[in-house]
């Protein structure tokens, strides 16, 4: 059965990583959810954090092939049991009433991981941190307020074990 | 030592012990060619002019596979790399070791659309096994250690060097690195004992095991650790299209071809194994037939090199990641000595339907056209199988792998993975040259010969003696035969017409005879045989003649037909 998976990837920190990677994921037709790149520190690596979802068995599969890019050092798949992820959004809601910037700050200060970054005439400009659902709450809640703009950070996370 | 990096590019060469270059000179390469200049005078390195860079690619995959080292090629910036691309992917699928350089405009231009620009390292990256554009002359003396390095070890493939102009044209103190040692790339080539032992208990308790051994066995050099297994443990053998040659075909355990169109035993017998052991192959569809009911009774233990390719098709019981020698020579050490009589007999009851149904009307033939099996076989008898042979693809590509009976080790070359028409005539000149005192013997359909038929020049240019043979039928065969059998016979655009082969190689200073009749057939062998310099031998063949046995589309191994 289909599910969601992160695949954690170290390679060499060299141009054309991400387009060999990119490719293989093409080839088996997975889409990805969501993928960030990030140095590893004194190491000259780059871990890539990939979330997709797929099939168990072609998660094993394609952890195989990446294996076949030169610069893959190591892969790990893993369920979302395994680990503790955070993305981080940016919301820019519409503020124009006093009320409606009052019951905003409100949610906030009762809300757990966002703050209030930039404050502006019309609007409030807010970060969440969290996990996928937290982040898709939070923007629940906000969305009576009427979201101006509204960005997501792909998935980062560290092994729970 | 002070170089350009143009020197550097062609020392970095000699430093890896390459003697031969198949190659395409082109603006963004000129530097190179420069220098090359004076290393081909001083006889150091040869150079092969090809025709068209898919020529020298195949030319550089021919070479790869005889000698085990990486075949080189050379060739220019934009259409000269993307010329290449057929040949990499070609080369990727068969595991093949190969090196191209090609040239890359300045670096300061690229992404401009410069003129003969390409985004080389993009096109080629999915057949590439690795690839990297050097824009630092420095860069030079790891970059190609790196490459040859990668080409050569582990699951082999090729390699693409990209140089821009103005790093081939750069001067720096050129060092050769004399070890590499690689981060993330370790394959993985003893195998692990657990497994070892798994494997040979698995092996000893059968009672039909089956062994399907692959291109792994060249590649490795593994015929006598085959051979040994097979021997002490009484396994049949069978081989896979570029497995052919890997094992003696004249041998008691001798199983046969598998797949698509190969023998009989071994494709309805597969399926009644209890232990497959499959070594240096990888299941490929064209072998499995329908995977949901292939060796659905038997365990498996799968031996490669590359980890991805276990588990990839079919579920195996016992997955060992190695080479191929050290594998089957550590199994052999825990082998029982056995003795599977019957079973072994049963694959030459197979063969024995096999030669009444197929075998004997198809190569000996008393009236009609000449078949395109007769002619392999009066081939394969006038060079008592002491040939190196390399086929193209399609119809005749199987009769090759059917008919003719290889003597010699790793002794033939066929385009498999890819199935790349077109393949057979320049691979022939990279195995000619690597081999230039063995027979080798080009073996081309009508309409994959012409696909580089322009590579005639170059082996009338380098005096190659490659006996050349063109089975023409007059069609696109394979693919008629699908049309005849899939399709309701309607024949849609496989008719070809051909020009006159042998005014063509005439016209390239190359000797030719045309043979239309039966009994002119042996003496066009054996002139051709004797020839000292090139020569084509166009055969006129049956031309509705099909291949047979066939697995179909989608249909069982088990369900493959004799006619």
Request: proline share 4%.
């Amino acid at each position: 059965m289909k599910n969601y998976y992160t695949i954690i990837a170290f390679t060499e920190n060299t141009p054309g990583v991400l387009y060999r990677i990119a490719d293989l994921f093409l080839r088996r037709k997975i889409n990805i959810e969501s993928l960030t790149v990030s140095e590893v520190k004194n190491e000259d690596q780059s871990r890539f954090t990939i979330v997709v979802f797929a099939e168990p068995d072609l998660v094993e599969k394609i952890g195989k092939q990446l294996y076949r890019i030169i610069e893959v050092v190591k892969v790990i798949d893993s369920v979302d049991t395994d680990l503790v992820a955070r993305e981080i959004a940016l919301l820019k809601v519409s503020a124009n009433k006093l009320e409606q910037r009052k019951e905003i700050e409100h949610l906030v200060s009762i809300s757990s991981f966002v703050r209030i970054i930039e404050v502006k005439k019309n609007y409030l400009i807010l970060e969440k941190t969290g996990t996928e659902k937290d982040i898709n709450d939070f923007y629940e809640l906000m969305k009576p307020y009427g979201i101006k703009e509204f960005v997501q950070s792909g998935r980062i996370a560290v092994f729970n074990t | 030592m002070k170089l350009t990096g143009s020197q550097a590019a062609i020392e970095s060469l000699l430093h890896e012990n390459v003697t031969v270059i198949f190659g395409y000179p082109g603006g963004a390469i000129m530097p190179i060619y420069d220098a090359l200049y004076d290393y081909t005078h001083s006889k150091k390195i040869r150079h092969i002019l090809v025709r068209h860079e898919q020529g020298a690619g195949h030319a550089a995959e021919g070479w790869g596979r005889i000698t085990g080292e990486p075949g080189v090629v050379f060739a220019t910036s934009g259409p000269g790399a993307t010329n290449l691309v057929t040949a990499l992917g070609d080369a990727m699928m068969d595991t093949v070791p190969m090196v191209c350089i090609t040239g890359q405009v300045n670096s300061a231009v690229i992404g401009t659309d410069a003129f003969q620009e390409a985004d080389v390292i993009g096109v080629t990256a999915p057949v590439t096994k690795w690839s990297y554009q050097i824009t630092q002359v420095e860069e030079i003396p790891f970059v190609f250690k790196k490459a040859f390095h990668i080409a050569r070890t582990g699951r082999p493939g090729p390699v693409l060097i990209d140089i821009t102009k103005d790093a081939q044209l750069a001067s720096f103190d050129f060092e050769y690195p004399t070890e590499i040692k690689l981060k993330s790339y370790n394959p993985t080539t003893q195998p692990h004992m657990g497994q070892i032992k798994l494997a040979a208990e698995l092996l000893n308790n059968s009672k039909r095991p089956l062994i399907l051994a692959g291109h792994g066995i060249h590649i490795s050099k593994a015929h006598k650790a085959l051979f040994d297994l097979a021997q002490a443990a009484d396994i049949p053998v069978a081989l896979t299209l570029h497995g052919l040659s890997s094992f003696p075909n004249d041998h008691r355990l001798y199983a046969g071809f598998l797949g698509m169109h190969g023998n009989y035993g071994p494709n309805v017998l597969s399926n009644k194994a209890d232990v497959v052991l499959a070594v240096g192959m990888r299941f490929d569809d064209r072998v499995t037939g329908r995977v949901v009911d292939y060796l659905k009774d038997a365990k498996i233990i799968h031996i490669d090199i590359d980890p991805a390719e276990l588990n990839k098709i079919i579920h195996v019981e016992a997955p060992i990641v190695a080479d191929a020698k050290p594998a089957l020579q550590e199994l052999l050490n825990h082998i029982k000595k056995q003795k599977h009589t019957q079973w072994v007999e049963e694959f030459h009851k197979c063969n024995a339907i096999e030669k009444t149904k197929i075998w004997d009307n198809d190569c000996n033939p008393k009236k009609g056209p000449i078949k395109m099996a007769e002619a392999v076989t009066r081939i394969s008898e006038a060079t008592n199988g002491n040939a190196l042979v390399v086929s193209d693809v399609g119809q005749h590509q199987m009769i090759v792998a059917r008919y003719f009976k290889f003597k010699l080790p790793n002794s033939f070359y066929s385009s498999g993975g890819m199935g790349t028409m077109g393949y057979g005539l320049p691979a022939a000149m990279g195995v000619k040259t690597a081999a230039p005192d063995k027979e080798v013997i080009s073996i081309s359909g009508d309409g994959g010969f012409q696909m580089n038929i322009q590579e005639l020049g170059t082996i009338a240019q380098e005096h190659m003696p490659i006996k050349i043979v063109i089975l023409n039928n007059g069609f696109l065969g394979m693919v008629r035969q699908w049309q005849q059998l899939f399709f309701d016979k309607r024949y849609s655009m496989v008719h070809m017409q051909s020009p006159d082969f042998i005014a063509v190689a005439k016209a390239y200073g190359i000797k030719g005879m045309k043979v239309k009749k039966r009994e002119d057939l042996a003496g066009g062998i054996s002139k051709m045989l004797q020839s000292k310099g090139p020569f084509v031998l166009e055969i006129s063949v049956e031309q509705e003649d099909n291949v047979f046995p066939m697995v179909a589309t989608g249909a069982s191994v088990s369900d493959i037909r004799l006619e």
